[in-house]
């Protein structure tokens, strides 16, 4: 099995008891189940993704905080910063 390299800054976990992972470095998201397969990515562009969390009336809401550095003094004269929101297939677990 190959090693995966992926900056896990924030994580929230679905129903099938797979988490979704922040991955700071590489500007995604990332649905990873047991044992390490990756089912799902979704990028954030030139963003970082720094949090996720499922929510909405369905729990199939995917929520992510992202900014183009995690470094605040970089970020707080500028105002980059972006809450994004996509829809996702399994709804939130029973704990974040």
């Given amino acids: 099995m190959g090693l995966l390299h ?8 679905d129903a099938e008891g797979a988490i979704w992972v922040a991955d700071a470095i590489h500007s995604r998201v990332i649905r990873v189940r047991e044992g390490g397969d990756i089912t799902d990515e ?12 499922l ?22 004269p500028v105002r980059e910063a972006q809450l994004l929101a996509t829809r996702v297939a399994v709804p939130r677990g029973g704990r974040p």
């Fill in 6 to 13: 992926v900056a896990a800054d924030g994580i929230c976990s």
């Fill in 55 to 76: 929510g909405g009336d369905d729990g199939r809401t995917l929520f992510l905080c992202a900014a183009p550095s995690f470094l605040e003094h970089e970020r707080r």
């Fill in 42 to 53: 979704i990028s954030t562009g030139p963003m970082g993704a720094y949090a996720c969390m």
